[in-house]
């Protein structure tokens, strides 16, 4: 009987995305996320006395040239190399494109499969033989899995590969191939990267995404790990989730129907941070926190968003100290007052709204918006308005959300101003 | 919408007040209450109304919170209306005035459309002072912009330009393009470092693998430099080594040279010059001591020569200092002999006086005759107190017999005045206390009548309402009622029968139940099926076989039977009527068939219902049976009660009844007896009143006891003993005080011939001891004594006088003593006194022998001096003999005979110990720099080299090893730098933080371009629908305010009008009757605050026609407005007032007054709050 441990998509000292600062934020829990996981992964390996450690590509992103990053990761294959446990890894897009890899100082004990051919390493003493091809460049669209050999007789066969299979939703087509290519070729277990989100996609064989060891930003919500696998007479016995994220991204929505004023909003969102928080397993999250429902305070939630997100982020640290990063607040809810019906009945102040609830979002029609659009696009550095970006100004769709905000927000501040004393 | 009432149920001050604001179309309600009280309070109500009561409010002062309740009546214009009653509370706060049950919220939808809420209301239909004066704050501030103006005054919002620049200001404070503290910009600014920082801390590829090789490469090269070096180092040591040992060879060589020049010396102790020095110097200080001492001591024996000491003197010492300390004591004497001889004279001369005073007949030298007399002094005074005490004795006792006499005289007049009592009081008393025995009978009496007469009483209505018994309560005491046992069996077998009874009329209405149940079903079977019987089927078959058999004789037989065919067949013919009633009896046997089912279950509903009928006969016929026995019990029950003609109830009924009878009967008696009582109490009562009547009657028999209470004629009896006893009491005080005076008086008769005894035995006594004093016998005490008092001072003066006479006499005596002394010792040591006074020579002896003391100190003195100085000189000689034989001895240790020889050996000596001690530094110095080679090795290597060449040797080899030794330390420095360099990237985490902040900074961004988009849109959003408001509303609107504007300033403005400006905005100016044009800012406060309100009030107009009209509230606006402009005011109100309804609240009394006196169309009502 031996363990073993199955982990892919490390992207090691790439960044936490979408995460603003502010003064009560705790920038000292969340530094050094990636390696922090990345060393739980070690410690795991070493605590359950694993046979060996299967990476499935992508040990780093592909634009990072830190080779302080390549000895971190040099480091770490050398502890595990002291208790004896082998790695094998083989290099996904991402590895391929960075120059480090090839360079990469690593102990004996950690095999980097071939980019050119399928490679099969058996290891006699627990009966395993490992199949596995890096990528040479880093886009592959050819089916990498064909060239895999049949199973090794009376062998534990493992195939390590980077993948999208026959593709995922929010991932890029790499390595295509099919379930049955994988099936066909007899193997007990495929080790798999690339995807992001953990999938069992097949249990006979096995065939496993284990998902990044640790979420980067908002899209990567939950829990974060490998997968530990334990193999008994050529056969896997049991399979087990291990988190090893250091920081989990927790989206969540409050309902705030029926609350009436801004102690009862805090009290629920107090709730909600405490509640996700709890399900977080003691460690920091990074929450995006969304509120909705009909209640009569949204008009005052829209008028000032940014005072909303400030008392929002203040509770946040009095509610959970470091170990909560408010990463956005989102007002979604709806006013308790029929604007429209109102609106109906006339009036000059009835015809404003109305006239605002209606304004288009296109920016032509909003003299002077245009202007102030191309001052942003020149001064500020493209990065922000990447395809990832909330900010993506050659969307539509942002322009159109942030006229809608900026609509809700002109609402509320002339339904409440004047009454504000 | 309009109100059309609002119920002040309970809120604030309020119970029960009710507005009526029904009146007009729409109307102009002025609503008019005290500023806190009235007016605020009626106006929350409304607001609290419609919108609901704040969670906290302060107007439950009276009402607390739950019992809040503000109600009221809405009416829309199409006529429907909606009448709810307001609670304070969170949800269900709507109540139905008249069930009081809570009503949906959604009622109130119609009325407020669209959920309109407070504030927006406030907002829309509401105009207080405030918003007023800051809605005209407001036009100033926005300096006229017309389109602000207007939208403004439309929307109620008076903030409008602060809201616009709170906007922009807003977007301002995040971003700004060439700005560098903003939010955004700062955060540019910060991403564009990270990544800088980025670059700087990554460590490329490339350059770690260069890093690496440079490191080998070092660590090689500063090995073979370290080899070189060693070599060259252990050159160096060597030459370095005789470079050191050279010098100290060389001075070796020399001292031994020397040592050897010196030949045979004899070393001395190193001790030893200074010893012999030491020696010398002793000898010369012996011989120089030895001469100044002898020098001093024949000093010392001249001054003693000198000296006179003066033993005769010194012998007497003693003698001398005696007489020197009399010298005081005599002088002070011989000063106070004439003080005391004055004296002395002046004693003398009073006392001659005093003598006079008293005995003029006696000379001085004679008084001493007197002398026994002074030992009468105290007899005297005692006598004369005596007297004075007797004296005084005698007037009180006289006194006390006068008072006494007449006290006596009044006492017996007293006691005649006081008369005897003939009345027995002991009787009376005896009667007092046997009616006071007996208690409060008169009252325990009426007690005991009162409730004689409740219980009678009770008894007889308890009597009347018993009822059934006929005869008068006597009888009814007399009377057998039936036995309890007999009751207890009629009534349960009354019970048995009923429950029987019961129980079969349970059975009957089941058996009923049951057998409709059966009908109902068998009724739907029917319905449904309409299955036949077998009955049925055997008819058709019946009629079938007819058809058949008529077939048979027609077409068979050929009989004729065509009556009974037409009968048969009636209208067909028959073949057809046979093949019909053939299908008919199929029909029914197939029925039959198909619905047997139905017809068993048909059958069986039959015969259960046959079966019921018949159960259900049974039940009825049982309970006549019963019924019948029923009635038989009745009867034998009325003859129970027959004989003592009692109607009877049911068994348990005439129970209960028996029961009260027998309480009635206990309650009878127990009255009986509290009668019998009052006539015991009644009889008692009257014979102690005889009693005691006869006792008063014998004291007086005036007094008329008729009518007269008990209690009080005993209260009278006891006043009589009282009066009785208190005579009694003085009458006896009175002779006890008359016999008390009698007896003083005896006492002091007595008291005065004592007195006149001890008088005669006194003036005896007194002629004895004045006897000698010069006086009569019978002279006064007070007389005597003064004479006696002048005898006691002539003595005591002249006995003073004879004092002085003999101390004066003493002071002579003591002069002359010391005299003789002085003279006597004068003359024994030979002392020449000449003429002089014994004071003197006493004095001058003194002085003398103080000399005579100074010069014999002086001469012991020298004396001691001169011992010492001889101890001095023997001291010097032995040292010089000392110091002599030690030189000797010195001079044999050094061998020689002279001092200058020893000198010279001494000499020798040093000089070849210091060779030696420099030989030894030497050696030392050579074992220390010889790197540890013997003397003789380091010999041995100096004779390889030379000399001469080895300082250039040595500089040639110490250059090359600096050479090298540099190289090394150059290479260990590069080789450190890699190292560092390598170490400051050795997976380190510099560049990926770096990076982690870059992404925060980028959000920073993100997240601050989105707020500035947001604010700058909104803002845009908002100037655009401004000019549209203007360019849509400018024209109408301006005008109907221009109208409304000279109204309100009293025709002060003609109207409006607008203009461009110079920045070609639109601006608001107000027109002057004489076409003057004034801008905004140049408007008074007021004149600013009545165009807001002209503005705001022509918006209103302009929209009401659009949809359901909605009150409008106007709260005090009217603040600081004169009559002239309130009652313009208010008429433009009025007219707003005909489109909907217009509610004023007002503290001001004058505006009631105003509105009252106002004629409009639309109506004015005046509403007050009292």
């Known amino acids: 009987m031996f363990k073993f441990l199955h982990a892919a998509d490390i992207h090691l000292d790439s960044p936490l995305r979408g995460l603003s600062r502010y003064e009560s934020a705790p920038v000292e829990s969340l530094r050094n996320a990636c390696r922090n996981a990345f060393e739980n992964l070690v410690d795991l390996a070493v605590e359950e006395q694993v046979a060996f450690v299967l990476l499935a590509g992508d040990l780093y992103d592909g634009d990072w040239k830190d080779y302080s990053t390549g000895i971190f990761l040099s480091r770490q294959m050398g502890r595990l190399a002291r208790h004896g446990i082998r790695v094998y890894a083989v290099a996904g897009n991402h590895d391929a494109a960075n120059r480090m890899t090839r360079a990469l100082d690593i102990p004996g004990t950690m095999k980097m499969f071939s980019s050119s051919q399928v490679e099969t390493i058996k290891l006699d003493d627990c009966g395993v033989a490992v199949h596995g091809r890096s990528f040479s460049t880093q886009h592959v669209d050819t089916n990498l899995a064909a060239e895999f050999r049949p199973a090794e007789q009376g062998m534990f066969n493992i195939g390590l590969l980077h993948t999208s299979l026959d593709g995922r939703e929010g991932h890029a087509v790499y390595a295509p191939c099919t379930l049955e290519d994988l099936r066909s070729k007899g193997y007990q277990y495929w080790a798999l990267g690339h995807v992001h989100n953990q999938e069992f996609v097949s249990r006979d064989p096995y065939i496993v995404f284990p998902g990044c060891i640790q979420g980067r930003h908002i899209r990567e919500t939950g829990a974060k790990g490998c997968v530990l696998g334990t193999v008994e007479d050529g056969c896997v016995k049991e399979i087990e989730t291990c988190p090893l994220d250091v920081l989990r991204w927790v989206s969540c929505t409050v309902d705030l129907t029926d609350a009436s004023d801004r102690m009862e909003v805090l009290e629920l969102a107090r709730i909600a941070m405490t509640r996700e928080r709890a399900s977080a397993d003691g460690r920091p999250i990074a929450l995006r926190i969304r509120f909705e429902g009909a209640t009569s305070i949204s008009n005052e939630l829209y008028a000032y968003p940014e005072r909303f997100e400030q008392s929002i982020k203040a509770l946040g640290a009095e509610t959970a100290g470091d170990d909560l990063w408010i990463e956005r607040v989102e007002i979604g809810t709806v006013s308790k007052l029929e604007l429209k019906a109102m609106l109906a009945e006339g009036g000059a102040f009835g015809k404003l709204l109305e006239d605002i609830l209606t304004t288009s979002p296109n920016p032509d029609e909003i003299p002077g918006l245009e202007d102030v659009l191309s001052e942003i696009r020149q001064k500020i550095p493209a990065e922000a308005f990447g395809d990832d970006s909330l900010l993506n100004l050659d969307e539509f769709r942002t322009i159109e959300g942030l006229v809608e905000e900026a609509r809700q927000l002109l609402l509320g501040r002339l339904l409440i101003v004047g009454d504000a004393k | ?1170």
């Open chain 2, 1 to 1170: 919408m309009r109100i059309d009432r609002l119920d002040l149920l309970a809120y604030g001050r309020f119970t029960e007040t009710f507005l009526d604001l029904s009146e007009g179309a729409s109307g102009l309600h002025v609503i008019y209450g005290d500023n806190e009280a009235g007016k605020s309070t009626s106006l929350r109500a409304l607001i609290g109304w419609l919108f609901g009561i704040p969670v906290r409010t302060d107007d439950n002062f009276i009402h607390d919170n739950a019992q809040l309740r503000i109600g009221g009546k809405l009416r829309l214009s199409n006529g429907r209306t909606l009448e709810f009653i307001r609670r304070k509370g969170k949800k269900g706060t709507l109540l139905d005035p008249r069930t009081g049950e809570p009503l949906d919220d959604s009622v109130l939808s119609p009325f407020l459309p669209g959920g309109l809420d407070e504030p927006l209301f406030k907002k829309l239909y509401g105009i207080d002072h405030s918003r007023l004066v800051e809605g005209g704050r407001e036009l100033l501030n926005q300096s006229g912009d017309l389109g602000q103006a207007l939208f403004s005054a439309a929307t109620g919002t008076a903030g409008l330009r602060k809201l616009l620049s709170e906007l922009k200001d807003g977007a301002e404070a995040l971003f700004k393009p060439r700005a560098s503290t903003k939010v955004v910009n700062r955060a540019i600014t910060g991403f564009k470092d990270s990544k800088k920082r980025i670059k700087e801390a990554s460590l490329p590829v490339a350059e770690w693998k260069r890093l690496q090789k440079e490191l080998s490469e070092t660590v090689t090269a500063i090995e073979q430099v370290e080899k070189q070096i060693k070599v060259k180092s252990k050159e160096k040591s060597r030459l370095d080594r005789f470079n050191r040992v050279k010098g100290a060879l060389a001075e070796r060589r020399a001292l031994m040279e020397r040592m050897e020049a010196l030949g045979e010396v004899l070393l001395l102790p190193e001790d030893f010059g200074e010893t012999f020095k030491s020696a010398h110097g002793k000898l010369q200080w012996g011989m120089e001591n030895r001469s100044r001492a002898e020098s001093r001591l024949a000093r010392l024996k001249e001054e003693s020569e000198k000296l006179k000491v003066r033993s005769e003197l010194l012998d007497n010492e003693e003698m001398i200092l005696a007489l020197y300390k009399e010298i005081g004591g005599v002088e002070k004497a011989i000063h106070d002999r004439p003080q005391q001889d004055a004296k002395r004279r002046l004693l003398r001369s009073e006392a001659e006086q005093l003598l006079k005073a008293v005995r003029p007949d006696l000379a001085l030298e004679d008084a001493d005759r007197l002398r026994p007399l002074t030992n009468h002094k105290k007899w005297i005074v005692d006598l004369a107190r005596r007297h004075s005490l007797l004296e005084q004795k005698q007037e009180n006792t006289e006194n006390g017999l006068r008072h006494a006499e007449e006290e006596r005289a009044v006492l017996k007049e007293e006691l005649g005045r006081q008369l005897e009592s003939s009345l027995d009081v002991d009787d009376l008393k005896a009667a007092v206390a046997a009616a006071r025995k007996a208690g409060n009978v008169e009252e325990r009496l009426a007690d005991v009548q009162k409730r004689a007469f409740e219980d009678n009483k009770a008894c007889k209505n308890e009597f009347s309402r018993l009822g059934r018994f006929h005869g008068n309560v006597d009888e009814l005491l007399n009377t057998a009622m039936p036995l309890q046992e007999t009751l207890d069996t009629f009534e349960k077998t009354f019970d048995g029968l009923s429950d029987k009874i019961k129980d079969l009329d349970r059975r009957r209405e089941e058996l009923s139940e049951d057998s409709e149940r059966v009908e109902q079903e068998l009724n739907a079977l029917l319905l449904i099926s309409d299955a036949p019987t077998t009955t049925e089927l055997e008819d058709a078959r019946k009629v079938r076989n007819k058809g058949w058999e008529l077939i048979k004789r027609r077409y068979v037989v050929n009989l004729d039977a065509e009556e009974e065919i037409a009968m048969y067949a009636k209208d067909a013919s028959l073949p057809v009527c046979y093949e019909q009633k053939v299908g008919e009896a199929d029909h029914i046997s197939d029925q039959l068939r198909l619905a047997s089912d139905q017809v068993v279950k048909r059958a069986d509903l039959e015969t259960r219902k046959k079966g019921l009928k018949s159960r259900l006969q049974t039940a009825v016929d049982d309970i006549e049976k019963v019924e019948a026995r029923r009635l038989a019990l009745e009867k034998e029950w009325k003859q129970v009660w027959k004989p003592i003609e009692i109607e009877p109830g049911s068994p348990r009924e005439m129970k209960q009844w028996l029961l009260k009878v027998e309480q009635l009967l206990l309650n009878v008696r127990s009255a009986r007896l509290v009668s019998a009582e009052v006539e015991n109490l009644t009889a008692h009562c009257n014979s102690l009143r005889e009693s005691i009547g006869a006792q008063i009657c014998k004291s007086d028999q005036t007094i008329d006891l008729e009518g007269m209470s008990l209690e009080a004629m005993i209260s009278l009896c006891e006043q009589r003993i009282a009066q009785e006893d208190e005579a009694l009491e003085k009458r006896r005080r009175l002779e006890h005080s008359l016999n008390r005076v009698l007896l003083d008086i005896a006492r002091a008769r007595e008291d005065l011939a004592s007195i006149q005894k001890d008088r005669l035995s006194w003036a005896e006594e007194w002629a004895q001891a004045i006897t000698g004093l010069g006086l009569e016998a019978d002279a006064h005490p007070e007389r005597a004594t003064e004479v006696f008092e002048q005898l006691l001072a002539f003595f005591d003066k002249f006995d003073k006088s004879e004092d002085s006479k003999r101390r004066i006499f003493g002071i002579d005596q003591v002069s002359e003593q010391f005299k003789e002394k002085v003279r006597a010792f004068a003359d024994s040591i030979g002392f020449e006194s000449k003429e002089q006074e014994a004071v003197a020579i006493a004095a001058q002896l003194n002085r003398e022998l103080t000399e005579a003391r100074e010069a014999r100190a002086s001469f012991l003195k020298l004396e001691s001096q001169e011992k010492e100085t001889r101890a001095e000189l023997e001291d010097a000689e032995l040292t010089i003999q000392a110091a002599r034989g030690q030189i000797a001895g010195l001079r044999d240790q050094a061998g020689v005979k002279t001092d200058d020889d020893v000198e010279a050996a001494w000499e020798h000596s040093k000089t070849l110990r210091n060779l030696k001690k420099q030989l030894e530094t030497v050696e030392r110095e050579l074992t220390r720099n010889g790197d540890g080679l013997s003397i003789r090795e380091l010999e041995l290597e100096a004779g390889d080299l030379d000399a001469d060449s080895i300082r250039q040797e040595l500089e040639r080899v110490s250059a090359e090893l600096e050479d090298l030794q540099a190289n090394r330390d150059r290479l260990r420095d590069r080789r450190q730098m890699v190292q560092n360099e390598l170490s400051a990237n050795d997976g380190s985490d510099a560049a990926a933080e770096a990076s982690e902040e870059a992404e925060q900074r980028l959000a920073d961004m993100v997240s601050g371009i989105e707020q500035y988009l947001r604010l700058r849109i909104a803002a845009l959003i908002l100037e655009q629908r401004i000019e549209e408001y203007r360019q849509k509303n400018q024209a109408p609107v301006l005008a109907r305010a221009g109208e409304l504007f000279a109204k309100l300033t009293l025709g002060s403005f003609a109207g409006l009008r607008d203009e461009l400006s110079e920045s070609g905005m639109p601006i608001l100016l107000g027109v002057r009757t004489n076409g003057m044009e004034i801008t905004v800012d140049q408007m008074s406060d007021g004149t600013r605050d009545q165009l807001y309100l002209a503005l705001r009030l022509a918006t209103l107009e302009q929209h009401m026609h659009k949809g359901e009209p909605m009150p409008f509230v106007v709260d005090d606006i009217l603040i600081g407005f004169d009559d002239n402009r309130t009652a313009v005011c208010l008429e433009v109100l009025s007219e707003i007032a005909a489109g909907t309804q217009v509610l004023v609240f007002t503290h001001h009394q004058s505006v009631v007054d105003l509105a009252d006196g106002l004629k409009t169309q639309a109506g004015v009502y005046s509403h007050r709050f009292d």
